[in-house]
């Protein structure tokens, strides 16, 4: 069965940062990306970023470019998300994701209708 364990969300100033963690398991994880995205009250949900199976991909959205750094464990099957320099419309729910079809790229972050599995969410907090 895969499982996706989203963890690290809180209530952070502005400025500050936080890491989520995504723990894999039922799955091959070098053979599939792991994404994260995220919806906000009232938003429809938007890829954030992604990473391959490899590691050697990786894929932001614009609104994040810069600020925010994906990463994988393969010892733990964990993918980190490290979020630096929030700000308050990064406030949302984060999810991770995976798909067997779909390889990281703008495609992967464009679709999540697409995405085969999804981790519960949690909730990132930025207080301005």
């Known amino acids: 069965e895969v499982q996706l364990q989203a963890s690290g969300g809180g209530l952070v100033q502005a400025g500050g940062s936080l890491r989520l963690s995504c723990a894999a398991s039922?799955?091959?994880?070098?053979?599939?990306?792991v994404g994260w995205f995220r919806q906000a009250p009232g938003k429809e949900r938007e890829g954030v970023s992604c990473i391959s199976g490899s590691g050697g991909v990786d894929v932001y959205a614009g609104s994040v470019e810069g600020r925010f750094t994906i990463s994988k464990d393969y010892a733990k099957r964990t993918v980190y998300l490290h979020m630096n320099s929030l700000k308050a419309e990064d406030t949302a729910v984060y999810y991770c994701t995976t798909d067997f079809n779909l390889p990281c790229g703008r495609v992967y972050l464009a679709r999540p209708v697409a995405m085969d599995y999804w981790g519960k969410g949690t909730l990132v907090t930025v207080s301005s």
């Open positions: 039922g799955f091959t994880f070098d053979d599939h990306a």
